[in-house]
């Protein structure tokens, strides 16, 4: 079974704070895709990252930084020096079978963030 | 940049009643989802689409439910009985390959009275 768990439901943070959130998954399949969305108030689906099994080197894109850890099954995101702007729900997903054509993503529950001045 | 449309934006429906929802995938694009989002909750995955055949559906994805790519560019998620608990977001997606990512519409906000 393919799980993605998000055990922040909501967190609070005032503007220029650092704020992680976490995600952990399940997967019994050797390829897998993980992904990071971003849903703001307005309610669309916003792509922000993917990653693959194989490659678990962090990334960084500007305030922006995920950390893949295999051995522990997460893909924690962090946002360095929060702002307004960034509250949102935050939602991991996950990509597995990747040998069967058009695969679904798995979502977590998402993490409300809310960022105040 | 290019996007995936979705109309209308909010559709009122009848319990009982057939409703379809409309999506214009990305133009190059070769893959088509249809997800829902319950108010507050995650969200979930329909069924996906692929070379005009259902790659994959959800346990959500019964008789009711039906997709169609009726021409080159319009891809359809129909309701044939809409019930009260069918109230939610649908949004559709679309992607170049399997396990890119998808690039989302903005939603139908799908509402049953």
């Known amino acids: 079974a393919q799980k993605v768990t998000q055990a922040q439901t909501e967190i609070s943070v005032v503007e220029k704070e650092d704020v992680t959130l976490d995600c952990v998954y399940e997967t019994r399949d050797t390829t897998y895709y993980l992904f990071w969305y971003k849903q703001p108030p307005s309610g669309e689906l916003v792509f922000l990252i993917r990653r693959n099994s194989f490659d678990e080197q962090n990334e960084i894109s500007g305030r922006y930084s995920w950390n893949f850890q295999k051995s522990t099954s997460s893909f924690n995101f962090t946002i360095t020096a929060s702002q307004v702007v960034d509250s949102a729900v935050y939602f991991c997903?996950?990509?597995?079978?990747?040998?069967?054509?058009?695969?679904?993503?798995?979502f977590g529950k998402g993490t409300t963030l809310s960022v105040s001045s | 940049e290019p996007e995936v449309t979705q109309t209308p934006s909010h559709q009122v429906t009848q319990m009982g009643q057939e409703v379809i929802l409309r999506c214009v995938p990305i133009s190059n694009h070769l893959y088509f989802y249809w997800y829902r989002q319950i108010l507050g909750q995650k969200v979930e995955f329909l069924v996906s689409f692929y070379n005009n055949e259902i790659s994959e559906k959800s346990e959500i994805f019964d008789d009711q439910f039906s997709v169609e790519r009726p021409d080159g560019s319009n891809f359809t998620l129909k309701i044939r009985s809409t019930k009260l608990e069918d109230s939610a977001m649908y949004f559709c997606?679309?992607?170049?390959?399997?396990?890119?990512?998808?690039?989302f519409g903005d939603g139908t906000r799908l509402s049953i009275l």
């Open positions: 997903a996950l990509s597995a079978r990747a040998n069967q054509a058009g695969t679904a993503l798995i």
């Open positions: 997606a679309s992607t170049t390959g399997n396990n890119q990512p998808q690039h």
